[in-house]
């Protein structure tokens, strides 16, 4: 063999109770190469990852990974020993102390010692040398919380290199980046190349591939679907290959009639409330009629979070834009108003946003309707109990009693406590961020059969899903998002999963 | 169902009540058998309770200020700068105002004393949760204040406050007679709302539970405050402040889980973003908490006042810490979202039979203090190795 193989992943399978993660991948890496990993979200790229850095042991997949020719075996969650061996990771989240300077960072944990007290002169020293031989434009005795995205990630790619890193993992490095810092990147992505660092870059951008990779590798539902020189492929060819399914039988039949348009957003512009420099919504625009599901499509970091937890009055602050409800501008400030205007928000993360775990199922499903219940001295704990009860057989919860609490129920059964309690507030408008997420086939089934039958009874849904089949399966439309404004609105009869990719990455507006 | 796996359902789910109330047995009994009888003898029984009322009125509000994943620090001096307050207007100021009218001056002090505490939290509250400046920080702050407040009225003198009337507020005893009829209308009450609560139970459908078992469970409730009532009865009658504070946690008890104030207070504690997505006014809840925290701490410095007699310089000195370990010995979790005001009141019972105790048994207060903070870690420590095995 001509080339030089650094990395060899070989027949890997990954399985999680009820779920196939990675299903026989094998991956070549080759050494000082640039390699793209690209597939949609949950193909398998996390998990990939995850075993390469330890977080998954060996010993959990099936399969064998060699490294520079010998077996990988990392011990449990031992990203310690990842990095050890050359192996580092970019993470989407930096890893960070802020308040440390760059030097201190960069050398967290393996100080230079001189009679047992840290050697500063030699820190700064070598953290310049790192610095400088990569071309990484940062100050070392500077603050890092003072820094830039754009440079922070420098100073955790230069982390990265002082452990010498042979083997550079870059998850999504480019999405909070501003074009000029992603210019900047491309060049120390160069910069590493010429070095001879190996690097495996992950994005969702599908334009940076053919600007920095020498191979892409594509993954799909687990698998891997080919692997190639990029100059193979062309925009169109990696979308097809990202997405080319048939669609199953796994969505039930609707006799949904949509009516007249009751809810119009057009043009809402909005910054991110913690850094109000940034723009997380550009121009998003879109309908809503009585009686439709309208699906929101898009990558991570499209906005579609962001624009549904803005209109519920939780997130973004608006610049300009109007949202209106029955042809009425509507000023949503808080949850409460959002709810009092009939709107609610099944919200994205479901432990961490829609429950309060220690607690029974009944305040879970009350929690948000209280008022119903009770006056200023008492809450009538028998009405609300009834009216929980109700709500659960419709939905058909499956729990011992009601008193029990929401941790012990399966992930299906939390989220429909979660839909449980939206539901209860009667809402004209549900919104649902990704309400079949980390949910088994089953309950995924009847989540969508309670969908069809609110729709029909006249509650309109916006549904945002980060899986396309899901997305085509239970629309009447489909708004894509592409970088915080509406990229394009498609009807269900024409829409396909190649022609959702298209917008959402940009290729065809 | 039948009615043994209801019971044993039953015990499961209240498991740490019983352990703790167990444990308060336990001590019981040991300091009995240490003070050849004297321990549980009707006469240091009453004074067990009265000694543990000014903190454990504290306690009843703390119990919510750490469920939402606060803390207050400044709740013991709170408490003492309400007393030396309360005494100074009996001692300089009533007296020119109404002269010779003992009642009024004790009911004018008493309201002063509710609206100052009230007025301090108000102001605490609003720096927490309005200005987003941490609890820790600004009742820290605020117990240097007040530290200080007490020495500025006091000027470093003791301050009588010993009023007819006003004395009885935690000095006085109900007439052992009165004590019966409190009694017949707690126990009366108890089963009144059994029947009430079966009856709405049926009304809406739900399964009704085991009438042996409601019965069972009512009648040994009653028998609590019954035995009680006898042993009280034997020495002076009802202690006033226990009284008091009974009142209190009832109330206490009730807003923590029948009101929607209280409902959030949890649910605030146990997810922050779920209950802000739920349409709950966080910052407005936390206030109240805090505000509801300084009205107790009002409550709490005139029953110490009244207590001890006088308005003193030290007033309140460490009643904060005392009160928080109340809360967590009774199961108050400080990462926030749980604990039972019932709970509180067993930890502070607890936390005060050590100390009457170990006074009875002429054991050092040094070694009151290591025994004391050595049986709080020891608790904690137990429940966190049962949790973990569970």
Known sequence: MADDIILDIRNVTKKFPGIVALSD??????????????????????????????????????????????ELKLEDRSIRQAIEEGIAIVYQELTLVPGMTVGENIFLGKEPMENGVIDWDKLYAETRQILE???????????????????????????????????????????????????????????????????????HKLEEFFRITDNVTILRDGKTIITEPTHVFNLEKLVKYMVGREMKERFPPNKRQPGEVIFQVENLVANDPNDTGR??????????????????????????????????????????????????????????DAMSNGISLVPEDRKGQGLVLIQPILRNISLANLDQFASFFRIDQDAELAASTQQSKNLAIKASNLHARVDSLSGGNQQKVVIAKWLLTNPQILIMDDPTRGVDVGAKFEIYKLMNELAEKGVSIIMISSELEEVIGMSDRIMVMHQGHTGGILDVKDATQEKIMAIATGIEA | MNPSFDLKKRFSENIQTYTLLLAMLAVWVLFNVLTNGFYLSPQNFSNLFRQMTVTSFLATGMVLVIVTGNIDLSVGKLAGFVSVVVAYLQANVWNSIFPGQPLVAAALSVSVGLIVGALFGVLQGYIISYMRVPAFIVTLGGMFVLRGGILIITQGKTIPANQPGFDQIAQGYLPPSIGWVVAALVVALLFFNMVRSRARKAQYGFSVPNIYLDVLGTLFFSALVVIYVAIVNYYNGVQVPVLLLAVTALIMTYISSNTRFGRYAYAIGGNREAARLSGINIKRNVFMVFVLMGFLCGVAGV????????????????????????????????????????????????????????????????????????VLILAVAIDMYFKKNR
């Open chain 1, 25 to 70: 991948v094998s991956i070549q890496i080759q050494r000082g190469k640039i390699h793209g990993l690209c597939g949609e979200n949950g193909a398998g790229k996390s998990t990939l990852m995850k075993i390469l850095s330890g977080v998954y042991p060996y010993g959990s997949y099936e399969g064998t990974i060699l490294y520079e020719n010998r």
């Open chain 1, 279 to 336: 723009k997380i919504l550009n121009g998003a625009s879109f309908d809503l009629r009585k009686g439709e599901i309208l699906g929101i499509a898009g990558l991570m970091g499209s906005g579609r979070t962001e624009l549904v937890t803005t209109i519920f009055g939780e997130y973004g602050n608006i610049i300009s834009g109007t949202v209106m409800l029955n042809g009425r501008p509507l000023n949503i400030k808080s949850a409460r």
């Open chain 2, 303 to 374: 029953v110490l006042a009244s207590y001890v007699g006088y308005g003193t310089t030290a007033a309140g000195e460490g009643y904060e810490l005392d009160a928080i370990a109340a809360c967590i010995l009774g199961g108050t979790s400080t990462l926030g979202g749980v604990g039972t005001i019932f709970g509180a009141m067993i930890g502070g019972l607890i936390m005060a039979s050590l100390t009457n105790g170990l006074q009875m048994l002429n054991v050092p207060a040094a070694y009151q203090y290591v025994v004391k903070g050595a």
């Open chain 1, 133 to 203: 031989k990569y071309k990484l434009d940062v100050p070392p005795h500077a603050i890092v919380k003072n820094l830039g995205v754009g440079k922070m990630q420098m100073v955790e790619i230069a982390k990265a290199l002082s452990e010498n890193a042979k083997i550079l993992i870059l998850d999504e490095p480019t999405s909070a980046l501003s074009k000029a810092e992603i210019d900047k990147l491309m060049a120390i992505l160069e910069t590493l190349r010429e070095h001879g660092v190996t690097c495996i870059y992950i994005t």
